[in-house]
C-alpha cells in the first residue's frame, strides 16, 4: 500500500512563497517508476495538474504556473517538492501529491494554501 503526506502548504501574501514537500511510504521500486505530481483543486472546480516530473527528471508544468513553480523529485528520499514563488490569490486552493504508475494512481490528503492579504 502507498501512502503520501503531504505539507507544507499554509497562508501566505499574494508575492510570497511556500514549498510544499510529498513523503512517499511507497518502495523503492514503485517509486523508481513513478511519475510524481502535484494537483489542486477549489470548490466545485475539477482537479487540475500543476506540476509533473517524471524519474529522469523531465516536467511538465501547466501554463498558469509556469516560470513561478518548480516541481522536484529525490528518488533516493522518495520525496517530491513544489517550490511555488511569486504567488498570487488565484494559486488559493487545496494541492494533492500524486504518485502515477501504469496501473494506478495514488492521492495524498492534501494541504491547503491560501494566497491573501
Known amino acids: 500500500q502507498v501512502q503520501l503526506v503531504e505539507s507544507g502548504g499554509g497562508l501566505v501574501q499574494p508575492g510570497g512563497s511556500l514549498r510544499l514537500s510529498c513523503a512517499a511510504s511507497?518502495?523503492?521500486?514503485?517509486?523508481?517508476?513513478?511519475?510524481m505530481g502535484w494537483y489542486r483543486q477549489t470548490p466545485g472546480k475539477q482537479r487540475e495538474l500543476v506540476a509533473s516530473i517524471t524519474v529522469g527528471g523531465t516536467t511538465n508544468y501547466a501554463d498558469s504556473v509556469k516560470g513561478r513553480f518548480t516541481i522536484s523529485r529525490d528518488n533516493a528520499k522518495r520525496t517530491v517538492h513544489l517550490q511555488m514563488n511569486s504567488l498570487k490569490p488565484e494559486d488559493t486552493a487545496v494541492y494533492y501529491c500524486n504518485l502515477k504508475v501504469t496501473w494506478t494512481a495514488y492521492w495524498g490528503q492534501g494541504t491547503q494554501v491560501t494566497v491573501s492579504s
Open positions: 511507497a518502495s523503492g521500486s514503485i517509486f523508481s517508476i513513478a511519475v
